[in-house]
């Protein structure tokens, strides 16, 4: 049982025990705030780095709505997947090299399915290079003043040196959500359908527990199960950020039950960007591969199963009600890829064979890491 900072002075003597219920490891940590104020309602080691697996995918999200208000390509743009894009372990999509999407498809999938290879493919060609789009990813979180975290990768998958903090996903989450209100719609998508298959949101408090409107799942063993949750009621939106639970059930019905209580109580004078750092060793990376991934993990080492459209098991008390009505279906597809190529490719394509393309860059702009130099048009062989 761990206990989570109120930062009313009131609430002080409360535990999580009285509010949350059963939470993962002591000191995980834990977040819940108002996005449009920015107020702290609680928070527990909101400093210490943490591995964000696919809640990676909402930094890569970000960096590509910023390239899109750039000018740099379209939502209807092509991602193109590379052979080294497809060779990601799952979850994924699949697709085979050379295979290409647009833009708005491939965020969609990310949000919905966390498909590695497509998210690997956005960092590509939107970036240029994996390198390129990590370095990018580095810089905007730099500019929104998240000092605690690094990025290596698009999709998450695990790297010893891409870590975030709690406090630091909260200022993405505000970055997402009021910076581009346009894309609101990414975030709460109840299930997709590729093809034939029906692929439901990882995030079981999407249609079903009440003002859900986001954000985002993730898992590796590194970091045990992660959850941002967003939810609006009356006009207020909160979000709930939990790192680190035990199972993808814990780590819901935790988001679930922060952002309940959340929404009858009032944030504090502290805000995200204003509260001061604080916890030990908050420096070093914890890693939870012991507890949810060894023998004697008593959940399966995933992202979970999809949500069914029921609640809890009977015999599990669940604050998640059960889904009365049909689920909400978005159909993606391959192709309909008619927007302009990405700017950072330098007007080439992805090389297919060995999937790491070092795209020819626009003399007129900063070359970013592992541009290619100046060249004439290459065409892609297959």
């Known amino acids: 049982m761990m206990k989570i900072r109120f930062v009313r002075s009131m609430l002080l003597g409360l535990t999580v025990a009285t509010v949350l219920g059963a939470v993962p490891a002591s000191a995980n940590p834990a977040m819940l705030f108002d996005v449009n104020s920015g107020a702290v309602i609680e928070h527990q080691e909101a400093f210490k780095r943490w591995h964000p697996a696919s809640l990676t995918k909402l930094m890569t999200a970000y960096t590509a709505f910023r390239a899109v208000k750039a000018g740099e390509l379209a939502l209807n743009s092509p991602i193109k997947i590379s052979k080294k894009a ?14 290409v999407l647009t833009l708005d498809n491939a965020l969609k999938i ?5 498909a590695n290879d497509v998210a690997a493919a956005i ?32 999709n998450g998958l695990h790297d010893p040196e891409q870590y975030t903090t709690a406090r630091d996903l909260a200022i993405l989450v505000r970055a997402i959500r009021l910076e581009y209100p346009e894309y609101a719609a990414y975030f709460d998508i109840e299930g997709i359908i590729a093809g034939k298959a029906k ?23 590194e ?16 979000a709930a950020i939990v790192l680190g639970a035990d199972s993808p059930d814990n780590r819901a019905e935790e988001a679930a039950k922060m952002l309940q209580t ?35 993990a008593k959940h ?14 009977p015999d599990k008390v669940s604050i998640i009600p059960e889904m009365t009505r049909q689920r909400n279906w978005v159909t993606v597809s391959l192709g309909g890829a008619t927007g302009p190529m990405p700017k ?22 900063p070359a970013p890491i592992g541009a290619a130099p100046v060249a004439g048009k290459v065409q892609a062989r297959s």
Request: charged letters at 20%; hydrophobic letters at 40%.
């Open 86 to 99: 497809a060779a990601f372990p799952p979850a994924k999509m699949g697709y085979k090299p050379g295979s």
């Open 344 to 365: 950072a490719l330098g007007g080439r394509d992805i090389v297919i064979e060995t999937g790491v393309p070092l795209p020819t860059w626009r003399p007129d702009r």
């Open 123 to 154: 960092g590509e060609n939107v970036g240029g290079t994996p390198e390129a789009f990590a370095a990018r990813m580095n810089a905007e979180a730099q500019r929104l003043g998240m000092v605690g975290s690094h990025w290596v990768n698009a």
């Open 262 to 296: 959340g929404f009858v109580r009032n944030g504090a004078s502290v805000s995200v960007t204003g509260l001061a750092p604080y916890g030990d060793n908050r420096d070093v990376a914890t890693s939870m591969r012991e507890e949810v991934c060894s023998p004697k």
């Open 110 to 114: 990310i949000m919905v399915k966390s």
């Open 223 to 238: 970091s045990g199960f992660n959850l941002i949750a967003t939810a609006t009621r009356d006009g207020r939106t909160l």
């Open 199 to 221: 692929l439901k949101n990882f995030n079981p408090l999407v249609g079903r527990f009440p003002g859900t409107d986001g954000m985002k799942t993730g898992f590796v063993c």
């Open 300 to 313: 399966a080492a995933s992202d979970g199963p999809a949500p069914t459209e029921a609640g809890a098991a």
